[in-house]
């Protein structure tokens, strides 16, 4: 059997444009990576551990081939010598390890190393761990389950297509490879909604099916790239505006969309004053409740006086196509929407899906941490830097 991953674009775009950002500003940055599975799996992932090892030494011996060069150099935000040093790079092997817990159940991945070399494992790991634990169960079975749902998707779309138009239009995009079935499964949704519901389906965030498929590349930031600026050097207080900024220096007005939960909804408004509300095209969902999250992001727009209108709404937290028509009701007349949907797409099959997360927890040997608006989502194991933080944000525990 091939290995599940076979080609380095075969991820989500903002660990590109991440990964050029910290190469360009702060290589010097040392880090590690942690596995977490959040919910309790059908079998012990442990069993995994001999599958995944051969699997990351698979993934190690890859190397950027020059048309997967040359389609990232055609992205305009790309830069020439980041395109150069990805002609260079390989994962290196002894950056990640693989191993059973302690309790012989469950998994423990840690990647550990230079940020610019070890960053991009995250959603390679998920991604395979995805694909072999789903390997056990009946997989025609499920791809039969799949593809009906898949259908009864693309049917309530079209039922929605005849709903009253708002003032802007309904637009989603795929955000599911780090928790799909598997690679073969996310290429057929993709195939399949880019025929049947173009004037919805707008993008993907895998960079190799948004290349071999004629999509646009969808993505911006995750919580790593800011959270490592809470170790470099930079007064804590500040760290947001300090990992904004290196953002519009370093992509001067592309790719516009910031995230806005490391610290809470309200820190990040706290710091996104009149300068970056207008650099910014938008903002992204991730945590807490999408509705009060999205007041408050036009409420702090019309505080500014900058007409929402003229900025965007992306939500990306737990989607569904219903969660998103009611979502797209309530906002598309005052701002325009975008709707990130991953397992809901990539991975609804019948069965029950991993909730597994591979997240920055150190950084320059640094604890790290996220106080997202959903407190299932926080992750540090460091709790006296977890009170520090959450006193210097004023986020109460």
Known sequence: MPPVITSLLDTDLYKFT????????????????????????????????PELNRELDALCALNFRPDELAYLRSLRFIRSDFVDFLRIFHFQRDFITARAAPDGRGLEV???????????FEIFVLAIVNEL??????AKAA??????????????LREFEKEPRRATPFEF????VRRRFSGEWHREVLVTLKREVPQFFKGASDVLFARDLGLVPIGTMAHEYLQTFQTLGVRLRDFQRAALEAWVQEYRGDLGTAL??????????????????????????????PYVWGEKALAHYEKLRIDSRTKRLVFSDGLDFEKSFALYRHFADRAPCGFGIGTNLTND???????IVMK????????????SDSPGKLLCDDETFLAYLRQVFNVPA
């Open 260 to 289: 806005t939960d490391v610290v809470g909804m309200d820190a990040f408004l706290a710091d996104f004053d009149m300068y970056f509300a207008k650099l910014f095209d938008g903002l992204r969902h991730d945590s807490g409740d």
């Open 18 to 49: 991440m990964w050029q950002a910290m190469l360009h500003r702060h290589p010097q940055t040392q880090a590690e990576y942690t596995f977490l599975c959040r919910n309790v799996p059908a079998y012990p992932l442990a069993e995994l551990v």
């Open 173 to 176: 995009f795929d955000f599911g």
């Open 349 to 355: 099959m019948g069965l029950r899906t991993l909730h």
């Open 360 to 371: 920055l927890t150190h950084a320059n040997r640094q604890p790290v941490a996220k106080l």
């Open 143 to 156: 791809i039969a389950e799949g593809r009906a749902r898949l259908a009864a998707k693309i049917e309530r």
């Open 110 to 120: 840690v990647a550990s190393g230079p940020q610019v070399h070890v960053m991009a």
């Open 133 to 138: 634990y789903f390997r056990r169960f009946d």
